[in-house]
Nanobody, 120 residues
C-alpha cells in the first residue's frame, strides 16, 4: 500500500504565495514521476507541474515563472512553491506519483487533495 499525504493549502490574497508539500510512504520500491494536478469547479483535472526522478521538469503554460516544483528522492517528497497567485489558480490541488512497489506492481497514486483559494 502506498499513501500520498499533502499539506499546505489555504486561502491567500492575489499576488500571495503558498507552498504545497506531499510525502509518499508505504511499500515503495521506486518513484518515477511526481507531480501536481489541480481541478477547479466544473473543470477537468489538469497537470500543473511534473518532475522526473532525474530532475527533468515540465510546467503547465499558465504557471511558468510563478510556480516551482521540487523533490527530495531520499525522503520521497515533492513540493510546489506557488508565487504571484491569481484567482484563476483557485482549485483543489492533488499530488501524484508513479510508483513501483516492493511487490513489483507499478501504479499511479494520488493524494487526497488540498484546497487552494486565491481571493481578496
Amino acid at each position: 500500500q502506498v499513501q500520498l499525504v499533502e499539506s499546505g493549502g489555504g486561502l491567500v490574497q492575489p499576488g500571495g504565495s503558498l507552498r504545497l508539500s506531499c510525502a509518499a510512504s508505504g511499500t515503495i520500491s521506486k518513484i518515477y514521476d511526481m507531480g501536481w494536478y489541480r481541478q477547479a469547479p466544473g473543470k477537468q483535472r489538469e497537470l500543473v507541474a511534473v518532475i522526473t526522478n532525474g530532475g527533468t521538469i515540465n510546467y503547465e503554460e499558465s504557471v511558468k515563472g510563478r510556480f516551482t516544483i521540487s523533490r527530495d528522492n531520499d525522503k520521497n517528497t515533492v513540493a510546489l512553491q506557488m508565487n504571484s497567485l491569481k484567482p484563476e489558480d483557485t482549485a483543489v490541488y492533488y499530488c501524484n506519483a508513479d510508483v513501483t512497489t516492493v511487490y513489483y506492481t507499478r501504479n499511479d497514486y494520488w493524494g487526497q487533495g488540498t484546497q487552494v483559494t486565491v481571493s481578496a
